[in-house]
């Protein structure tokens, strides 16, 4: 090789080191930031985030499993749309809601509490993700198959390190210490007495929780499945676009990742997701001024399960930190 080429070569090879320094510092930084977030709110964090245009991550804790709490929701309707585009089931089609479906947390619960309910399988899944409704998410749970079809669909689309196992019914019975019995899981909460329960025994109900695999998963795995949603990977186009737009209408959460963004500049479709101490927010921000994508988990476990606040204000604090790292720093490759 001539001696100008090959010293060409050397310069390209030596800026391409220093633009790989400097990113690393970059990222360093950023981590730095996100740890201290949650020190500052007394959380343990695990954050996934990925850019989707350049493929630079940022990684705290992301192969830490989490309690997945409602953000479970997501692939449920994933798969749900899935079943859908391979025809086996249909967005019109109407699915009864039966007395004894009736779950806590739930606007058809307070809304319609007497039989005569159906709904179609695509309003089922809008209340599941827009407004987060537990009874809305079992019956969809039910028409789908189960948790065990969900979890086999995920490992058969490739993603490893998150499980779907039970409805909510029966998560919330078996955080709780409640019994399965045939009564809806609403009428069962109304007959508990909670005089007695003191901050001890929700914490020791949340550490059985901490402890128990089921229903758990990564910030990696669930960025992992998001990015496919967002690039039509695992649906077809027409479906994987019934998903975003439902993500996109989510109207819990506003003091967590949508908290600190800039208000009505920035598209952000998400799912949020609360058992215990564990407080979740997971979505894609779509950044300004063609910037691309950033598609982020973050997952958050307390020390006290009643101090839901600590893991909101350390999840607004992560997203815009998050933000701010994507939009303003240079993800062009070194020429």
Same mark, same amino acid.
């Given at each position: 090789?001539?001696?100008?080429?090959?010293?060409?070569?050397?310069?390209?090879?030596?800026?391409?080191?220093?633009?790989?320094?400097a990113?690393?510092?970059?990222?360093?930084t950023?981590?730095?930031?996100?740890?201290r977030?949650?020190?500052?709110?007394?959380?343990?964090?695990?954050?996934?985030?990925l850019?989707?245009?350049?493929?630079?991550?940022?990684?705290?804790?992301?192969?830490?499993?989490f309690?997945?709490?409602?953000?479970?929701?997501?692939?449920?309707a994933?798969?749900?749309?899935?079943?859908?585009?391979?025809g086996?089931?249909?967005?019109?089609?109407?699915?009864?809601?039966?007395?004894d479906?009736?779950?806590?947390?739930?606007?058809? %619960? &307070? /809304?319609?509490?007497?039989?005569?309910?159906?709904?179609?399988? +695509?309003n089922?899944?809008?209340? @599941? *993700?827009?407004?987060?409704d537990?009874?809305?998410?079992d019956?969809?749970f039910?028409?789908?198959?189960?948790?065990?079809?969900?979890?086999?669909?995920?490992?058969?689309s490739?993603?490893?390190?998150?499980?779907?196992?039970?409805?909510?019914a029966?998560?919330?019975?078996d955080?709780?210490?409640?019994?399965?019995?045939?009564?809806?899981?609403?009428?069962?909460?109304?007959?508990?007495?909670?005089?007695?329960?003191?901050?001890?025994?929700?914490n020791?109900?949340?550490?059985?929780?901490?402890?128990?695999?089921?229903?758990?998963?990564?910030?990696d795995?669930?960025v992992?499945?998001?990015?496919?949603?967002?690039?039509?990977a695992?649906?077809?186009?027409?479906?994987?676009?019934?998903?975003?737009?439902?993500?996109?209408?989510?109207?819990?959460?506003? %003091? &967590? /990742?949508?908290?600190?963004?800039?208000?009505?500049q920035?598209p +952000?479709?998400?799912?949020?997701? @609360? *058992?215990?101490?564990?407080?979740?927010?997971?979505?894609?921000m779509?950044?300004?001024?063609?910037?691309?994508?950033?598609?982020?988990?973050?997952?958050?476990?307390?020390?006290?399960?009643?101090?839901?606040?600590?893991?909101?204000?350390?999840?607004?604090?992560?997203?815009?930190?998050?933000?701010?790292?994507?939009?303003?720093?240079?993800?062009?490759?070194?020429?």
């Open positions: 090789m001539p001696i100008r080429r090959r010293n060409r070569f050397a310069f390209v090879i030596l800026l391409m080191c220093l633009y790989c320094a990113v690393q510092a970059d990222v360093d950023v981590t730095a930031e996100i740890e977030h949650a020190a500052s709110a007394g959380v343990f964090v695990g954050v996934s985030a850019h989707l245009p350049s493929g630079r991550r940022i990684q705290v804790n992301a192969e830490e499993a309690p997945l709490a409602s953000t479970y929701k997501v692939p449920m994933a798969y749900a749309l899935h079943l859908v585009g391979e086996r089931l249909s967005l019109d089609q109407l699915i009864a809601v039966e007395p479906d009736l779950v806590i947390s739930s606007p058809i %619960t &307070r /809304l319609f509490p007497h039989p005569g309910i159906r709904l179609s399988l +695509l089922l899944m809008e209340a @599941t *993700l827009i407004q987060s537990n009874t809305a998410t019956v969809l039910r028409t789908i198959g189960g948790g065990e079809a969900v979890t086999a669909w995920l490992a058969d490739g993603i490893s390190g998150m499980r779907v196992d039970r409805n909510t029966d998560l919330i019975r955080y709780m210490g409640i019994p399965r019995v045939e009564a809806s899981m609403a009428r069962q909460y109304e007959a508990l007495d909670f005089d007695g329960l003191q901050e001890a025994d929700w020791r109900f949340y550490q059985a929780l901490l402890s128990d695999p089921r229903d758990q998963g990564t910030p795995a669930m992992t499945l998001l990015t496919g949603l967002w690039q039509d695992y649906l077809d186009a027409e479906h994987g676009a019934t998903l975003r737009d439902i993500m996109a209408r989510c109207l819990t959460g506003s %003091t &967590r /990742l949508s908290a600190r963004l800039p208000a009505q920035l +952000l479709a998400h799912k949020t997701g @609360t *058992l215990g101490g564990t407080v979740n927010d997971v979505g894609v779509t950044l300004p001024e063609e910037r691309g994508a950033v598609v982020l988990a973050v997952y958050t476990r307390g020390t006290s399960t009643l101090d839901v606040e600590a893991g909101e204000r350390a999840i607004a604090e992560i997203g815009r930190t998050v933000y701010d790292y994507f939009l303003f720093s240079d993800d062009r490759d070194p020429q």
